[in-house]
């Protein structure tokens, strides 16, 4: 279990975020978008859509590690 302390404050990112941006582009929006210092110790929580994360259709795998459309 991991021990938050009691003035750790959560913020929560409006809108859909891309996970593909990594730590460096997080901290970015962190800064930009919720005006905050990424390294305060404060926990930051980022969404993504439902829809985005799920195939538009299923692919079949040819067994040679690569895929059909």
């Not at 538009?56 to 795998?61: E, G």
Request: glycine share 8%; charged share 15%; hydrophobic share 40%.
């Amino acid at each position: 279990m991991i021990c938050i302390p009691s003035n750790t404050r959560v913020f929560l990112a409006p809108g859909n975020t891309d996970m593909r941006k990594a730590i460096n582009g997080l901290s970015v929006l962190v800064e930009g978008t919720l005006e905050l210092d990424p390294f305060s110790g404060h926990l930051f929580v980022f969404c993504i859509s439902v829809l985005a994360s799920t195939p538009s259709k299923p692919k079949a795998a040819t067994g040679h590690g690569r895929m059909n459309p």
